[in-house]
Structure formats: C-alpha cells, structure tokens
C-alpha cells in the first residue's frame, strides 16, 4: 500500500485528511529501479520495503511512514501493452508536468514530514536528496573504517581504485577522500590515493585525478582494469583481481541498513539538510561497535541480531554530531539522548490476548 500521485491530484485537499505529522517520507517516480529499469507503478515495492527498514530495524512508528509513488506513464513497453496494468497507460511525461507534480507534491509534504528519501529517479530530475548514493557511499567507507581498525593501517595510507566512475563509485569516493581529510590529508594528496577507472580507461585528467604523470596519448594508458591494477597498486585487491570473493553482503543490502541508522536520528532531530558528514559519523560508530572477536573472525560488518540495539547506538551518536554541529531543529535539546531516543523507538512486541494458564499442583489431581 502506498500514496500514487497521478496528473495533478488536489494534493493539498488529500492530505487535510490527517492532521498529524508523517515523520518519514520514501519517494519514488519508479524511472529506475535498480537494475531493472522501469517497473511502473510496479516500483511501489521499494518505498515500502525500505520504510519497513526504517521501522523494524530503527523502530521509526510505521503510522508516521509514508511511501509515494508519482506516476507520469511508463517507458516500459511490456507494461503499456498490458490491458491488466494498474498505472498511468501511457508513455513516460518528462516534461514540465513532472515537474509540477514534484514541485506540488514537495510544497505540501514538508510542512508535515521530518524526513524525505529520493529512490530510484532518473538522473535528469531536478530533486537532490538523502539517496540511496550516500547510503551505499556510507556502508563501503564503514568497511574500510572497520579494515583500518582491523589492521592498524589507517585509511590515509590506503590506495583505493574503483571498477566505474558513475554515481554510486563517486559517492563513495568522494566520502572517502572526507574521511581521509578529516584525518589531516590534504586534498592533493588524496588524489594520490582515489582512483576511478571506467569504460575508457583510468581517469587521469580529471583535474583533480593527476598523480600519473601520463603521456597525451591514450594507448599508454591503462585500458583494462588489470592492467591499471598494477599501475595504480591498489590496497584492497589481490594479485588474482578478485575482489567480490569474500564479499558480505550485496552493496543493496549494505545500502538499506546504513540509510535506516541514520534516519532514526534525523527524524528524531528535526535535521533539515543530510549531509555527507552525517553518513561519516555514522560509519564511525558503526567501526564502534565491531569488537576484537569479530575483527579476528575477519569480519568488518556487524551481524544482525541485535539491530535495534546497534541503531539506537548510532542514533545517539549522530545526534550528539547534529546538536554540536547546529544541523538540528528540534528543541529544547534533550539533555539525555540515550533516554529521549529510546522513548520514542516503536517496538513490535505485544500484549498477549491469550488468557492467563496455571498449573493446577499434581497433589490435588486426586
């Protein structure tokens, strides 16, 4: 279930029908949905499976969530030939009524909502928000985080190459070369140590990506990813150049857990812009929590069975960044967090209905 915005709806009309504030807001015109393209109204699964995230994982009240879907037709063509299809028959409208539906939509919605989160729009849109970019970026610099502890190498020292240049690997490097910086490494040296590789090569004239002193002409640039292996000498791959072999999770699965342990303390801080160095302090806390038995079991990224645990964790950690920062909007200030946080967490667990059972004592049976 969910909210489909289709041509111009009375928008505000609708949303008169609850006069409490939706906390949680997951978005989607559904143009792209991972790696399955355009799913239509089909897509609505993803803002809800990420709402249920928020809710199970970071104990975000489900009542406060909402997932939308903005509905302007479907480029796919198995979908328009489909008499049974449940959206907007007809092509994809990018022009202005996109727009205006987003631009009406994002009038109403942030005068009621603490939190909103973009999923899977195509590149063209005009909206720039909390994505699933930062999410991914937030969850590979934990891991690295995580290594750094593990090995007592610091990340500064590290070389990092990446197999792509679109926008998940540029996020993530360019939180990476923050983290980096934070440590006290000037920008110029981290362009020694980031480096993309895409469908054309290794990147070295990029204005920041000059460390290789290459020559102009492209043959004597690296065209495979191998061959810029051995010239770029990356930390984190083996001579074999396998680096998904002991991989443990998928990048979507990282992506989701690292969006939902920031969101809690967002919501609950009335934060008005997210911004990349919140996603930082939360990979730092994560790093926290990996213990030494965990570390020597050679993993970087914590199990799951103690999730709300672990959320709440990060959400008092973020929150204290956001305060010290000015980035947070809701007041007074709670003096404990911890406390605050906690009361405000939904839980899952239920009075039992079931009447009470007793055992009768085995010395009156008879």
């Known amino acids: 279930k969910g909210l489909f915005i289709i041509e111009r709806p009375d928008i505000e009309k609708e949303s008169d029908c609850s006069e409490e504030k939706t906390l949680t807001v997951v978005i989607t015109d559904v143009e792209r949905i991972l790696g399955l393209g355009d799913l239509g109204v089909y897509g609505m699964e993803i803002p809800v499976e990420k709402l249920c995230l928020h809710a199970a994982c970071a104990g975000i009240h489900p009542d406060k969530c909402l997932p939308v879907s903005i509905d302007v037709g479907t480029d796919n063509t198995t979908l328009l030939k489909d008499p049974f299809y449940m959206g907007l028959c007809q092509k994809r409208d990018l022009s202005q009524v996109h727009d205006i539906l987003n631009d009406e939509f994002m009038g109403v919605i942030t005068d009621r909502t603490t939190l909103i989160q973009f999923e899977d729009f195509g590149n063209h849109n005009k909206y720039c928000t909390f994505n699933y970019i930062q999410g991914t970026a937030s969850v590979a610099l934990a891991g690295l985080l995580a290594a750094q ?218």
């Open 149 to 366: 502890k593990a090995t007592g190498k610091p990340l500064a020292e590290q070389k990092v190459l990446f197999l792509g240049a679109g926008e998940a690997a540029l996020g993530i490097a360019n939180l990476i070369v923050m983290a980096m910086m934070e440590s006290g490494v000037s920008a110029e040296e981290t362009c020694k140590k980031v480096w993309m590789f895409d469908k054309y090569g290794l990147l070295v004239q990029l204005g920041v990506h000059h460390a290789l002193k290459y020559p102009s002409t492209d043959e004597q640039i690296p065209k495979t990813c191998v061959e810029a292996v051995k010239v770029v000498r990356p930390s984190l791959f083996s001579q074999d150049v396998n680096p998904t072999i002991k991989a443990a999770c998928t990048a979507e699965e990282a992506s989701m857990l690292t969006e939902v342990y920031v969101s809690l303390a967002v919501v609950l801080s009335s934060v008005r812009h997210i911004s990349d160095k919140v996603f930082l302090e939360a990979d730092k806390a994560w790093t926290e929590q990996l213990t030494d038995e965990e570390l020597a079991q050679g993993r970087l990224y914590l199990l799951l069975y103690n999730i709300r645990e672990l959320s709440i964790y990060i959400a008092v950690k973020v929150m204290k960044f956001l305060y010290a920062n000015n980035m947070a909007f809701h007041y007074p200030e709670p003096a404990d967090k911890n406390h605050y946080i906690r009361s405000k967490v939904w839980t899952y667990e239920y009075e039992s209905f079931m009447p009470d059972v007793y055992d009768w004592p085995e010395s009156k049976i008879h």
